[in-house]
């Protein structure tokens, strides 16, 4: 078989579980080789993200950020790596994901747990200039109403960045997210700094044989 499709049947398996316990042990059989299959398939969307955002992030040794469904820390990685020198905390609920994420030597703190609609995050309110989620707003994954439970973790003024896949089976769960977002900025909790559209998955996907795009939004907490 040819790596990207070892790759993609990997993140299959993660993508298409229909619960979280299901999710979570297809988590844990993936996490040894989570980073290496994701090179595989040409997984950019982490790297884009931060690409979007670096420029906007508060940057010096007093900025706090908090990742949120941290996976094996890649994203943390693309931070350090763009020159992000403030701390980072993490949080992600598989275990296995978690303990390679540990291991980079990248996070000040991280909490094993799961993020959901109906209790706020393991953290202070106001602790976070920059909350990120990379690769996990999508189905069975974040709920889109735990977004009201990381925007309690954040200053007012701190930044909420995350991308969104764009794809068939997530154009329901984007609308759903999309109305929530726009409910807020209704309200002014938040205003859209930017929205753009990135390279997700530079290999074909299964649902239309094309390389993913995604959406990359950061907002601002008022
Ligand atoms: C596709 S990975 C992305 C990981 C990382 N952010 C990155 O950019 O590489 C998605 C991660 O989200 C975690 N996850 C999914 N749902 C979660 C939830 N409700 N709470 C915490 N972590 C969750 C999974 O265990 C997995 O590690």
Redesign the pocket.
Known sequence: MAHEEVGWSYVND?VYQNN?KD??EA?SRMAPVYDVQ?KNVG?V??RGLVKVAFHLVKNDETSQML?????????AEHFRDSGYVGQIDG????AA?LDIARKRGLYRKTFC????DDSPLPVADSTYDVAI????FLE????QG?IPHILRALKPGGLLIFNCRITEKNSKYQMILRDLLALLVSENTIELVTEEKIDFYQSSCKEDGKPMKAFAFVYRKL
Request: hydrophobic content about 40%.
């Open positions: 993660v979280p999710r979570n988590y994701m997984s969307g982490n990742d949120v469904a941290a996976g094996t820390g890649w994203t949080i992600e609920m598989n994901m747990q799961e993020v959901v989620a990379a690769g996990a069975n994954h974040l709920p735990c």
